[in-house]
């Protein structure tokens, strides 16, 4: 199977189980607004974060994928605007970010001084902006559903947003 479809597969297959183990704890399966908002969170965050990595790992080495998505926070600070003000003003979080941006230049390093890809120039230009925007993509879905969270148990959300990322 193609990584991208046996994404799919896992992730239905574990929205399913875990469907019906909270089915027989009689939990109600919610209603169509949280359905809609789990999708949401489902489709940025499973689909476009995990699904676009299993993609992008036929072209780019682990590592190379590792830090395109070690981008996160980054895009995390820089998206989550209303809180620019919180996280600007926190000295720890600042250093972290330096931290964390000089250990991705580290890997970079390495990883440039050891590439070696089966992979066309192009298909790995296209590997790496599909991983970020797997990273964005994930944080999209993390910022959506702080901001709109769904009325069921954590365990009812996730296995609609697994099901509706499978499918």
Do not use: C
Not at 99 to 106: E, H, V
Request: net charge positive; hydrophobic share 50%; charged share 10%.
């Amino acid at each position: 199977f193609p990584p991208f479809i046996l994404s799919g597969f896992r992730f239905f297959i574990a929205g399913l189980i875990l469907l019906l183990w909270r089915k027989t704890q009689r939990e109600s399966i919610g209603t169509a607004t949280d359905w809609k908002k789990n999708a949401i969170t489902g489709i940025l965050i499973l689909t476009g974060g995990t699904g676009l990595v299993a993609w992008g790992e036929q072209y780019v080495t682990s590592t190379e994928a590792a830090i395109a998505i070690a981008t996160g926070p980054f895009w995390f600070i820089a998206l989550d605007r209303k809180n620019w003000k919180n996280y600007f003003s926190n000295k720890l979080i600042t250093i972290g970010l330096a931290i964390g941006f000089a250990g991705l230049l580290l890997f970079l390093k390495g990883s440039i001084a050891s590439a070696h890809s089966q992979a066309s120039d192009g298909l790995r230009i296209l590997s790496f902006v599909v991983l970020a925007l797997s990273s964005v993509s994930w944080v999209l879905g993390s910022l959506y559903s702080k901001n709109n969270p769904a009325g069921n148990s954590t365990f009812m959300n996730i296995a609609q947003q697994l099901i509706v990322a499978g499918i």
